[in-house]
């Protein structure tokens, strides 16, 4: 019996950073939810902001910008008045815009090395 490649390996490194990016914003999305669903309010920013420095810190550049996005819209939608819409307000996008990128910014300069 022969082993095969560990599964890691047989996937592209691209396709791992940007799905570190999709899950690490899914699972925020879904604890936010829980923690709304049970009434606990102001916890979705800081959720997300973990998800996307963890993003930032492993994956890079690329895949940080696209759970920023993800992150705001999904923010947007499910937890800002008026909900389940896209309508951004601009203190929205000032306080979830900005202070994400100048993270991603400090995060990637800060990552480790890659061998």
Same mark, same amino acid.
């Given at each position: 019996?022969?082993?095969?490649?560990?599964?890691?390996?047989? =996937?592209?490194?691209?396709?791992?950073?940007?799905?570190?990016?999709?899950?690490?914003?899914?699972?925020?999305?879904?604890?936010?939810?829980?923690?709304?669903?049970?009434?606990?309010?102001?916890?979705?920013?800081?959720?997300?902001?973990?998800?996307?420095?963890?993003?930032?810190?492993?994956?890079?550049?690329?895949?940080? =910008?696209?759970?920023?996005?993800?992150?705001?819209?999904?923010?947007?939608?499910?937890?800002?008045?008026?909900?389940?819409?896209?309508?951004?307000?601009?203190?929205?996008?000032?306080?979830?815009?900005?202070?994400?990128?100048?993270l991603n910014g400090d995060m990637v300069q800060r990552r480790p090395a890659t061998c």
């Amino acid at each position: 019996m022969t082993l095969g490649k560990p599964l890691s390996l047989s =996937i592209p490194a691209v396709v791992q950073r940007y799905g570190l990016a999709l899950v690490s914003v899914a699972v925020a999305l879904g604890i936010d939810r829980v923690l709304f669903s049970h009434e606990v309010k102001g916890v979705g920013f800081p959720i997300f902001l973990i998800a996307i420095a963890l993003t930032a810190w492993y994956a890079g550049v690329g895949p940080s =910008i696209l759970a920023l996005v993800l992150s705001t819209l999904a923010f947007d939608y499910y937890f800002t008045e008026p909900y389940h819409s896209f309508y951004i307000t601009r203190r929205f996008s000032l306080l979830f815009g900005i202070h994400p990128l100048c993270l991603n910014g400090d995060m990637v300069q800060r990552r480790p090395a890659t061998c």
